[in-house]
């Protein structure tokens, strides 16, 4: 029986970790794949406060996992199916089925994160791994001399479109507006960049190629004209899909399957806290999952008190 349960351990996750063993509640935290989050998927951060110049993130959120060894957090390799209540006992539980077994909790803190959002083009699937990718540090290096296409105008598709010059002879952007959503100083650093091609007010609608990819099918939106740019792969970053699949049934979520809470990072269901990407807010970056994730383990920590009194 634990104190708090957090599921996942992304940077979200390890924070709720942090506080939670610094309120010396008994805490497991459980991860599906391994520490990191999908914030690994990416080379550096260049904005979390503290760093000037930026950090790896894989040497971030090793110290992330130091922080939470220092105070005794277990993590576990565990994959969460489904959350149950125990209305047959006197105090509150909660169950987490896992394949591995079941976990009993008081309550319980989601920090399940999110995954990358496909485009839904009839060949993707087929060429992931072939030419179709969702991260520039994975891949770019098995692009080097070639041309690449990069989906997407916030900061990760910009950022990975940048990180791809160290390889590429060319990346091309494509973005469906005029403008990018990226930060302003994101947009400086790529458009003084003389290998990066952008290729506004367009979409992907096509693959082309047979065992791997040789070419783009992109249909500019104000003219309607299709045309193939020859490449060899294409990164996507069009946005996120939260983890919450085993929950959806059970707590609020909005129309996209993120989970809606209240300042406090409560979810509809008494005991159990939301935090990082898997809920529903106007912004997703390291930094206010972080925060969330504070403020999450600071709430259970006071619901388990009122419980207890």
Do not use: W
Not at 18 to 45: C, D, N, V
Not at 146 to 156: C, T
Not at 177 to 193: D, F, P, V, W, Y
Request: aromatic share 8%; charged share 20%; glycine share 10%.
């Amino acid at each position: 029986m634990y104190d708090v349960i957090i599921i996942g351990a992304g940077p979200a996750g390890l924070t709720a970790g942090i506080y939670s063993g610094r309120f010396r509640l008994k805490t497991l935290i459980l991860e599906k794949m391994m520490p990191g989050g999908q914030i690994i998927l990416s080379g550096t951060i260049e904005n979390f406060p503290g760093f000037p110049g930026g950090i790896g993130t894989g040497e971030l959120m090793e110290r992330f996992k130091k922080q939470v060894d220092e105070l005794g957090v277990a993590i576990e390799t565990a994959e969460v199916r489904e959350i149950s209540f125990d209305r047959s006992l006197a105090a509150a539980v909660y169950r987490l089925v896992t394949d591995d077994g079941i976990y009993e909790a008081k309550s319980i803190v989601i920090a399940s994160g999110a995954q990358a959002k496909r485009l839904g083009l009839e060949k993707e699937a087929a060429f992931t791994g072939r030419g179709v990718s969702y991260c520039a540090t994975c891949d770019g290096p098995l692009y080097k001399g070639k041309e690449v296409v990069v989906v997407g105008g916030g900061d990760k598709a910009v950022e990975e479109a940048l990180f791809l010059t160290r390889y590429c002879r060319k990346v091309f952007l494509v973005h469906r507006r005029q403008q990018l959503r990226a930060s302003k100083i994101l947009i400086e650093h790529a458009q003084a960049n003389p290998k990066i091609q952008f290729i506004l007010e367009s979409v992907v609608e096509g693959l082309v190629g047979d065992a791997l990819i040789k070419a783009v099918k992109i249909r500019n939106l104000n003219t309607n004209a299709v045309s193939e740019v020859p490449c060899s792969g294409i990164f996507i970053f069009v946005g996120i899909i939260p983890n919450t699949d085993f929950i959806k049934n059970y707590l609020q979520v909005d129309a996209l399957g993120f989970i809606i809470t209240q300042p406090e990072m409560q979810t509809s269901q008494p005991g159990i806290f939301a935090c990082g990407d898997c809920r529903s807010k106007s912004l997703y970056q390291v930094i206010n999952a972080c925060g969330d994730a504070a403020v999450a383990a600071n709430a259970a920590h006071k619901y388990l008190m009122e419980q207890r009194s």
